[in-house]
């Protein structure tokens, strides 16, 4: 899981210095149910300005 993480983080980082389509964050859901619940927390955060 590490990795993947890593590799998460890279890709989000390269996505956002581009620039070209917004502004990216990655959020990991175990569980179908817990994607809404990490879809609505991204909302919120973008809301916020805090990505």
């Given at each position: ?44 955060t973008g ?5």
């Amino acid at each position: 899981m590490a990795r993947s993480r890593a590799a998460a983080e890279r890709w989000v980082k390269a996505v956002n210095a581009d620039g070209q389509y917004g502004r990216w964050q990655y959020g990991i859901a175990r569980r179908p149910e817990e994607v809404i619940e990490r879809l609505d927390a991204a909302l919120e955060t973008g809301r916020k300005g805090s990505l």
